[in-house]
């Protein structure tokens, strides 16, 4: 197996292209992956609608977007391991044209398809019929045959439908419709997906690329070992901060493990740790990095489309999770350390006594938070009062303050040249190393800025943030050589700075042609599931499967979430999962009584779909790990898989508990979750190591479990001890709407047809608005009953009301009626549980002083 593997360099290669020509070819590519930057930065930027000439609708931008991923990605990537990499073979350059051409189609032909919807041409079904084996082809090159083939058997099954057994078939679709669906209209390859590519997530790549080329990774690398090195363990430490910083704007778990990789595990392996295990621990953070907001792998924006709610509720929703697994996975190195009896590394001075050490963290954060305060309430008194002017009053400040931290970089001296074969043996000095890239935060700031406060869409957001890293990058080397007096360094001038911009633009577009290539052949899977209806088949099949246990179904959820996902890009692994997986487990979990709001399920198969990454046989982060640790491939999956337990507990418990995801939480509250899922998870983590203060015993580890579950789902003992609902007589519900408090819900099982004329049960939250009696709200509610052979009817639902919101519709059976009780709030569980670990501690801390 060790044979077989790829080289760091070959890794690096397969993200961004295999080949490499010489000659003109190269020129050629670069001056491609260039223009397709420019373009994208061209149509995120408000220049078009200020100069009023190159606006394109969303169409045209996603079809000349895909034109250029297909371009390049059959000139990047060659089409077998036989195929040459130092030239680009005639044939591959007639593919590359024909396929842009299709491509393109849609955007040179736009005004004559708008006049004629569904109507195809000859011309139209040949674009089609050549577009889609190609994008198939380009598919298989850049990102390996998983995605193409689920593609075609997505475009087989559509043809096919009269002639599948049972339970699979349907009416069937012809070629033209198909080629229609797929190619032509926006609901198949030009989809939802492929317009989050164009809109979002380009930008977020680049932005990315232009903060790498312009030195940030490497200063975030020896911030995190300045840090963190001093600790137990604490590369291993450091490499899980770094990858998750250089998560926070990666599109690619692999991507990021060859880039963090590269450096972090061979300082971990000469720490103590065993290739297996440096390589594990690069896996878990960097594929951890794709949970982690804003970016999450692009996920976070095409959950915005797909789960319709603003991008801010995304990043609040899926934020705390990601935190708790970050601090959870830092928590395991440390177990491991504590195992194989590392030793921390020295620092160069002599370590401050912890008390200055806490008045100086306490100072400096208190300094942040001020500067935050009158930076947010300057600019809020600032912007009203300068109006038109304010964005150039704005600009100026941000200038003069990047003056100012260049000049405070240029005081320190500059970062060592990036070595992972350097020796080990001291570490840097963390003071010299924080002021020496604070420049690099600008960009960030800004982003965060644009995308929290001003709440500009994603798109905008990273182009303001990538206008900055073009001006940083522009202009930091001759400003640093102008302003570094002790003439120790030169930093290069303003030549230097156009060229990192270039490669910068240019890597960009090179990362961007696999995500390109698998959102719009995902986009195939999306319109089959469209068009044929598969997504109710498959509905029924993990009923039947489950047989209507709600856990299980869940797990079988999780397992195919893991099937679909092997092989798989992040982006493509979502939305093949969350468009084939997602409705069955709101659907099935209804009619289990379970109301599951959708973000929590789309966040549940998203964190299965990237655990492929990391789970053998086809783990890709694993396998690009092995290479750079030269360790065994599997056994660095394995225990890469077993780090990553947190990870894979906690779609279950948010799923059940949405306090995790701060649904319905006021601030005070999710402060005193996040704290007690940390501890939680920490317990877990320590749990599932078979390591605390000393090596557990199995019923202490079992114990630890125990106390870990308890903290994080109280609900589940407190349901046993009080039933959290009353159930009521359906004929009582307006007596019930009477009794029940204002803000609280009812909740309805109901019996009535599905979307296909079938009759199925389910469970719906019916709200309480204000007013005096029952009657009153459920004439607000907007909610007619009747009463019929004993059974309660709906008898009429005002469109748009309340009661048609809440899922309720003519002629359904009202079944039950379920209404709240007050009881002993539920985290009272926590006291038990708590006094549970504190027996676990005790037992540990007599064998630590034995």
Not at 89 to 99: C, T
Not at 284 to 293: E, F, H, K
Not at 501 to 526: C, H, K, Q
Request: net charge negative.
């Amino acid at each position: 197996m060790q044979d077989k593997q790829l080289s760091t360099e070959e890794l690096i290669a397969q993200e961004v292209g295999a080949r490499s020509p010489l000659g003109m070819m190269s020129k050629v590519i670069a001056g491609l992956a260039l223009a397709w930057s420019l373009f994208q930065l061209w149509i995120a930027s408000p220049l078009p609608f200020v100069l009023g000439f190159g606006v394109f609708n969303d169409t045209e931008t996603r079809s000349i977007h895909l034109a250029f991923a297909l371009l390049l990605a059959f000139l990047a990537y060659p089409a077998s391991k036989r195929s040459p990499r130092n030239y680009v073979p005639l044939q591959d350059i007639v593919l590359a044209l024909v396929a842009a051409g299709s491509a393109a189609y849609l955007f040179l032909f736009y005004a004559q398809l708008s006049q004629r919807p569904g109507n195809l041409t000859t011309a139209d079904l040949v674009a089609a019929c050549i577009g889609i084996p190609l994008l198939l082809e380009a598919t298989r090159r850049a990102l390996g045959p998983a995605l193409a083939v689920i593609a075609l058997l997505f475009l087989v099954y559509s043809l096919a439908g009269p002639y599948m057994p049972g339970l699979m078939a349907h009416r069937g679709v012809s070629l033209t419709a198909l080629a229609n669906h797929q190619w032509i209209t926006t609901e198949g390859v030009f989809g939802i997906a492929l317009g989050v590519s164009t809109s979002f997530v380009f930008l977020f790549v680049l932005f990315g690329a232009l903060l790498e080329r312009a030195g940030a990774g490497h200063y975030f690398i020896q911030l995190a070992f300045s840090l963190l090195g001093h600790l137990r363990g604490g590369p291993a430490k450091a490499a899980v901060v770094a990858s998750g910083m250089t998560g926070l704007i990666s599109g690619s778990s692999i991507a990021n493990v060859v880039t963090t990789g590269t450096f972090t595990i061979p300082m971990m392996k000469r720490t103590g740790f065993s290739a297996e295990k440096a390589g594990a621990v690069e896996v878990a953070s960097s594929v951890n990095g794709q949970i982690m907001p804003p970016v999450m792998g692009a996920a976070a924006f095409l959950m915005v489309e797909y789960v319709g709610i603003p991008y801010i509720e995304v990043i609040k929703h899926a934020f705390l999770p990601a935190l708790i697994s970050y601090i959870a996975l830092v928590y395991i190195v440390h177990l491991e350390s504590l195992k194989l009896g590392l030793q921390a590394l020295p620092r160069r001075n002599v370590a401050k006594p912890w008390m200055q050490r806490l008045i100086g963290f306490a100072f400096g954060a208190a300094l942040i938070s001020g500067l935050s305060l009158a930076v947010y309430y300057g600019l809020g008194w600032l912007k009203p009062v300068l109006g038109d002017a304010a964005i150039w009053v704005i600009g100026a400040l941000l200038a003069v303050v990047y003056i100012g931290l260049l000049k405070i970089a240029a005081s320190n001296p500059p970062l060592p040249a990036e070595d992972p074969n350097a020796p080990l043996e001291q570490l840097p000095e963390t003071r010299p190393v924080l002021l020496s890239g604070l420049h690099f935060l600008l960009p960030v700031v800004v982003l965060v800025w644009c995308l929290m406060v001003e709440r500009l869409s994603p798109g905008l957001s990273a182009f303001w943030g990538s206008m900055v890293l073009v001006v940083i990058l522009l202009t930091q080397r001759p400003l640093l050589s102008l302003l570094r007096t002790d003439g120790s360094h030169e930093h290069g001038n303003f030549m230097d700075g156009v060229v990192d911009l270039r490669e910068g633009l240019i890597t960009g577009a090179r990362n961007m042609i696999g995500i390109g290539i698998a959102t719009a052949a995902a986009g195939i899977i999306v319109g089959a599931v469209s068009q044929t209806g598969v997504g109710l088949v498959l509905a029924d099949l993990v009923e039947m499967l489950s047989m209507g246990n709600l856990l299980l179904m869940l797990l079988l959820t999780a397992f195919l979430s893991l099937i679909l996902g092997m092989g798989l890009p992040t982006t493509a692994n979502y939305i093949v999962v969350s468009s084939l997986l997602a409705p069955v487990v709101v659907a099935l979990g209804q009619q289990n009584g379970l109301i599951v709001p959708l973000i929590a399920v789309h966040l549940f198969v998203f964190y299965f779909g990237i655990m492929a990454d990391v789970t053998p046989p086809v783990g890709l982060a694993s396998f690009a790990a092995a290479a750079v640790s030269k360790g065994d491939p599997i056994r660095t999956g394995i225990t890469a898989f077993y780090y990553s337990l947190r990870t894979a507990a906690l779609p279950f418990l948010f799923i059940f508990n949405t306090d995790l995801l701060l649904i319905d939480v006021d601030f005070w509250h999710g402060v005193l979750i996040f704290i007690i899922a940390t501890i939680a998870m920490l317990i877990f983590a320590a749990g599932t190591q078979g390591f605390f203060l000393v090596r557990s015993r199995w019923y202490e580890s079992a114990l630890l479990l125990l106390v870990a579950f308890s903290l994080f789902r109280p609900a589940f003992w407190m349901d046993m001890i009080h039933d959290p609902y009353l159930d009521v007589p359906p004929a009582e519900l307006a007596q019930a709407l009477g009794t029940v408090e204002e803000d609280s819900q009812l909740r309805l099982r109901v019996r009535g047809e599905d979307a296909v004329g079938d009759m199925r049960e389910f469970v719906l939250l019916l709200p309480i608005p204000d007013g005096e009696t029952g009657e009153e709200r459920l004439d607000k509610l907007g909610l007619m009953l009747m009463e019929e052979d004993g059974k309660v009817l709906v008898d009429n639902v005002t469109f748009g009301s309340p009661a048609a919101q809440a899922g309720l519709e003519f002629d359904q059976e009202i079944l039950s009626v379920r209404a709240p009780t007050d009881r002993w709030p539920k985290e009272w569980i926590w006291i038990p549980s708590l006094m549970l670990f504190a027996l676990v501690v005790m037992m540990q801390r007599r064998r630590v002083k034995a």
